[in-house]
């Protein structure tokens, strides 16, 4: 038995992934588990708990693999603080803190906290890492591979060839010109929070139209080759972590929107230009990103193109890679940021360790599952009634069709930050009441927000374009909603008229595909709105505990708790 | 999991590791930043002091 | 104690609304904090009963800290400031680090150290007739008297009687003495750091300065680095800046 372990940590989404003789066997983010947004620490629990899934012990481990290089890391940052000299002497001591006080100890670290041998422990490159979670999850033998984020050790793009059991490396685009840099500062303009943000940014551009080209071409340039540039005296990423960007993007661009201020597109024209902004922001990225997906078509002439890294999870972009680059089929792996390099450290640990290529990934729900005596027990305990159905879809689909939401935390958890259908609220598709509810009273967001759509795969035709490919099971692409379908699933097309939509089949998404049937059988739609089990703030629901106090915190109708059913009025 | 380990066994590892950061940094492209280096691995040094506790922790209401 | 200092501070704290908003935002972060122990708590307890009383404490958390936060944003509003965003507080894995008899303990001290400030801030603003301040302290209060109780209650029954309850009360005051030392000191030391790294900062002028012509910053497509071998490559490196 060859068991592997990757982990990824420090930066953004901590995260751990065990692969056992090639299979993924279990992978989870620390902050499922901590309840702490995008948590960072080094993922003792998560790495617990994987082992424990698989019936491991640490000492069972081949290899642990951390996904980037801490002293590669290090080089860059006192690179880029020499060459900021002397702007960044307030971020200086805050740098080295990091670095010096506890990134560079990381290795040691995961040593001790695991109780191996310093000697199993070992790193790969961050960009390899990302290449490594999208293709040898794919179905690929062969593919281009694009690596896209804001900065590894001192790389933001990275393009490889995937062949077999072999990763290699064409070229790199090196900081401080990044993508997931550039998307990150214009987030923290427009008033999020970063690595946050960036979803909300993209659902606000379908809002606003991209007028702001001739002040976007002074921030980037794409080239003839297909790479990019910036222009690095509007932006402050050595010297501003937080925004990121200075004082020249605002005489640009008009003053930043203060952080916290609510939105209204409706009748705030400053809303409407920084709505305006974000499409900009959206359609030069994409363009960005279309010209490096030809790039690499170009220099790999393969068939299929992978795709990872934090801005590979811009869906409308991937969208357009779709339809432009000239790939035959485009795959993205459900956690493609830096969550998703434990998993691509864990597969090279494995190549390193057996030179066998890993078995393709089959389905995103690899975390912990629910207990139905804990279920019960808590409910009990927490004065909560429940039934236990004999035929829980059956009850579901009613509740759903009566235009209830309903709260479903049944089997594993979903590996990435979309929900799936095992840790999800459903709810109809038809009326937009449904979405202005869900956002207002139960995801309490901003009104714009869009919901995405889960649909039957066989049945997806029927509904919507664009659909048929690689990246709509793991709800990393867009569908275009046929124009006639539009008012009838409302609630799940955005204002563009796209969705960004998950085809649902056994093996993707078992439970949620039983929902879908049933719907069919009542000669309905068989779609329904899929959003996250989350609130405001909080990381998706993992175990009972979370699912019971979420159920308390927003008015819900019903929650699914592996068999058993709670419901608002009978509780 | 684990038995916590020993400090000395904790500052070995660590001293193990500052030589691979040294052999990291000894290449044509790093080596001007070694002095550097050293400089901050001292300062190093402060920051196990200040290490460890956050100010706003939980179930604790600063005051000032 | 906490409730003296308290005392004495609040002309300080609540006089300025800049200073205020700051103290309400690392009130919700303590919150938040709490709220992230209890839910750790909540999963590793093996009592359904214990499991239930943290996650409904734990919600109490999360709803103090989003009071908190938002009385901060709206005070930061209206002075004419950008609020502090959300709180998002580290986890000190209080019952991993302390095991539950003892947690219940921290737990219990805390909440009553929380009530006595709090009904400190309360009174405070009762004295000045602001009712809207003093009613949003006086529930805040109502769940720490419960959390209080409760905790309390639970201590006894672990611990198995009043004396073993004082006893682990004595501990963990001990405790965290023992960090509130440690945490007055780091206060000191990182002054300290942050002063001598920013006096470091100047010394690097020399690096500086030949940083560029030995390490330029590289546009467009660069070689792959040395961990991936590549059989071919099209791509031209760049010119150099």
């Known amino acids: ?571 | 999991m684990s038995n916590k380990p020993s400090k000395l066994s904790v500052i070995l590892f660590h001293v193990a590791t500052v030589g691979r950061l040294f052999r990291y940094f000894i290449s044509p492209e790093r080596i001007f930043m070694i002095p550097l280096l050293i400089l901050l691995l001292i300062s190093g040094i402060l920051l196990l002091v200040t290490g460890g506790l956050s100010y706003v922790a939980p179930f604790i209401y600063t005051v000032f | 104690m906490n409730a003296l200092l308290a005392r004495i501070s609040n002309p300080i704290v609540w006089r300025s609304r800049h200073h205020a908003a700051r103290k309400l935002f690392e009130f919700s972060l303590a919150e938040h904090g709490s709220m992230l122990d209890l839910f750790a708590a909540a999963r590793l307890t093996s009592s359904a009963d214990r499991r239930a009383a943290y996650l409904r404490h734990a919600l109490d958390e999360r709803r103090h800290a989003a009071m908190f936060a938002a009385k901060s944003a709206e005070m930061r509003r209206d002075s004419g400031r950008e609020s502090l965003g959300f709180p998002n507080a580290d986890t000190d894995r209080l019952f991993e680090r302390l095991g539950e008899q003892r947690f219940l303990a921290f737990v219990h001290r805390g909440e009553t150290r929380g009530r006595r400030q709090f009904e400190v801030y309360r009174d405070w603003f009762a004295d000045r007739a602001d009712k809207r301040n003093r009613a949003f302290f006086d529930g805040i209060i109502r769940d720490e008297i419960r959390h209080e109780s409760y905790t309390n209650a639970l201590l006894s029954e672990l611990a198995g009687g009043e004396r073993e309850r004082r006893a682990e009360l004595r501990i963990v005051a001990g405790w965290e003495a023992w960090r509130t030392w440690r945490r007055a000191g780091r206060f000191l030391a990182e002054r300290i750091y942050y002063a001598s790294m920013v006096a470091l900062y100047v010394l690097l002028a020399p690096f500086a300065l030949f940083v560029g012509g030995v390490r330029p910053v590289r546009v467009g497509w660069c070689s792959p680095p040395a961990v991936c071998q590549p059989s071919h490559s099209s791509l031209r490196t760049a010119p150099q800046e």
């Open chain 1, 1 to 571: 038995m060859t068991a592997v372990l990757g982990i990824s940590a420090l930066y953004h989404d901590a995260a751990a992934a065990l692969v056992v003789d090639g299979e993924v066997v279990a992978a989870i983010q620390q902050e499922r588990l901590s309840r702490r947004k995008n948590d960072a620490s080094l993922p003792k629990d998560a790495a617990l708990a994987c082992l424990s899934l698989a019936g491991l012990s640490a000492t069972d481990l081949a290899a642990v693999v951390f996904y980037e290089d801490p002293f590669a890391r290090l080089d860059r940052v006192l690179l880029s603080t020499l060459r900021s000299f002397p702007r960044a002497w307030r971020q200086f001591p805050h740098a080295i803190r990091s670095q010096i006080g506890s990134k560079v100890w990381v290795l040691d670290n995961l040593a001790f906290t695991l109780g191996i041998s310093r000697n199993r422990v070992s790193t790969v490159a961050h960009h390899q890492s990302h290449a490594a979670s999208a293709f040898f999850a794919s179905a690929y033998d062969e593919a281009a591979v694009l690596t896209i984020d804001g900065v590894g050790e001192s790389d933001t793009t990275g393009l490889w060839m995937g062949k077999g059991s072999s990763l290699e490396c064409l070229g790199t685009i090196e900081f401080p010109h990044s993508l997931g840099l550039l998307y990150a500062a214009l987030t923290a303009y427009l008033g999020f929070e970063v690595n946050e943000g960036e979803f909300k940014v993209m659902g606000l551009a379908a809002f606003g139209a991209p007028k702001y080209t001739q002040e976007f071409s002074k921030l980037i340039k794409i080239r003839e080759d297909g790479s990019f540039e910036l222009s690095l005296s509007y932006f402050a990423f050595h010297t501003d972590v937080d925004l990121g960007f200075n004082a020249k993007l605002e005489e640009l661009l008009g003053p930043r929107r203060p952080r916290g201020k609510p939105w209204d597109l409706q009748s705030s024209p400053e809303d409407r230009r920084y709505a305006d902004i974000a499409a900009t922001l959206q359609r030069f990225t994409e363009d960005a990103i279309v010209a490096l997906a030809k790039a690499a078509k170009r220099l790999t002439s393969s068939e299929f193109l992978c795709m990872a890294g934090g801005v590979a999870l811009n869906c409308v972009a991937n969208a357009r890679v779709v339809q432009e680059s000239g790939f035959k089929n485009v795959f993205v792996q459900p956690a493609a940021g830096d969550a998703g390099g434990a998993l691509g450290a864990a597969y090279l640990g494995y190549i390193q360790a057996t030179g066998k290529r890993p078995a393709r990934m089959r389905s995103a729900l690899l975390g912990p599952s629910i207990s139905n005596d804990k279920a019960r027990n808590t409910a009990a305990a927490l004065g909560l009634k429940y039934t236990e159905p004999s035929d829980i879809f059956d009850e579901v689909a009613k509740l759903v069709l009566d235009d209830k939401i309903v709260a479903l935390a049944r089997g594993r958890v979903e590996w990435g930050p979309r929900a799936l259908g095992s840790r999800s609220l459903l709810a109809s598709p038809k009326q937009a009441e449904m979405r202005d509810r869900m956002n207002r009273a139960v995801k309490r967001r901003e009104p714009f927000r869009p919901f995405a759509p889960a649909v039957l795969r066989s049945e997806a035709h029927k509904w919507f374009d664009h659909w048929n490919n690689d990246l709509s099971p793991y709800m990393t692409g867009l569908a275009i909603v046929k124009p006639e379908c539009r008012a009838q699933i409302a609630a799940t097309t955005h204002v563009d008229g796209t969705a960004r939509i998950q085809t649902v089949d056994e093996d993707s998404s078992p439970d949620l595909c039983k929902l879908l049937q049933v719907m069919k059988q009542r000669n309905e739609a068989p779609i329904m709105l899929n959003t996250s089990l989350n609130g405001n703030g909080e990381p998706i629901v993992c175990d009972e505990c979370d699912a019971l106090a979420f159920f308390l915190s927003h008015p819900i109708d019903a929650l699914v708790l592996e068999d058993i059913l709670l419901q608002r009025t009978s509780s």
